[in-house]
T-cell receptor
Framework: GEDVEQSLFLSVREGDSSVINCTYT??????LYWYKQEPGAGLQLLTY?????DMKQDQRLTVLLNKKDKHLSLRIADTQTGDSAIYFC????????FGTGTRLLVSP | EAGVTQFPSHSVIEKGQTVTLRCDPI?????LYWYRRVMGKEIKFLLH????????ESGMPNNRFLAERTGGTYSTLKVQPAELEDSGVYFC????????????FGSGTRLTVV
């Protein structure tokens, strides 16, 4: 079946850039997503990218897609303590396949 | 606009008991989804309703799980009898159109089976 993998943990200092990586197996994935979950909250869609794109930028967020290697990354520029959360990579159209989530810890 | 509401937010039950989780989607959203995250693992799809009909229930783990959406409004997910491995966070999401970027997730129900 489809599989999405992420590293479990990332720690950065405030003001640095964070890069969260994800690999997936489904080559037919049309949409790829990044979700954010803050403590006690639901999943918030941060951004998504179509499979025919290589890059998408949205303010401090940059998504890079390497379709050949089935690799997706999320870069957060000027990371703030409020960015501390779990970040999930997901693929799919109607039905999402998620990774395990990467816990981002931002220290002052 | 009210978001997707789930309750209870937390539930602790003993193995063998029954628990019913509820999800109130955003008003007017025909599509309703259930997902769950077992501790430390990936979030997995359980099922998808379109109005009151089950469109896709391929992710339901076994027949101890029963989902309903009578009248096409709120949905319930019943676990009977609960087992230890059912512990996790159960998320509900709703959308009006059929695109995932139209999803809105609820904050989840944390279920602990002891």
């Amino acid at each position: 079946g489809e599989d999405v993998e992420q590293s479990l943990f990332l720690s950065v200092r405030e003001g640095d850039s964070s890069v969260i990586n994800c690999t997936y197996t489904d080559s037919s994935s049309t949409y790829l997503y990044w979700y954010k979950q803050e403590p006690g909250a639901g999943l918030q869609l941060l951004t998504y990218i179509f499979s025919n794109m290589d890059m998408k930028q949205d303010q401090r967020l940059t998504v890079l897609l390497n379709k050949k290697d089935k690799h997706l990354s999320l870069r957060i520029a000027d990371t703030q303590t409020g960015d501390s959360a779990i970040y999930f990579c997901a693929t799919g159209f109607q039905k999402l396949v998620f990774g395990t989530g990467t816990r981002l810890l931002v220290s002052p | 606009e009210a978001g997707v509401t789930q309750f209870p937010s937390h539930s602790v039950i003993e193995k063998g008991q029954t628990v019913t989780l509820r999800c109130d989607p955003i008003s007017g959203h025909d599509n309703l989804y259930w997902y769950r995250r077992v501790m430390g693992k990936e979030i997995k799809f359980l099922l998808h309703f379109v109005k009151e009909s089950k469109q896709d229930e391929s992710g339901m783990p076994n027949n101890r799980f029963l989902a309903e959406r009578t009248g096409g409004t709120y949905s319930t997910l019943k676990v009977q009898p609960a087992e230890l491995e059912d512990s996790g966070v159960y998320f509900c999401a709703s959308s009006q159109d059929l695109t995932v970027y139209g999803y809105t997730f609820g904050s989840g129900t944390r279920l602990t089976v002891v």
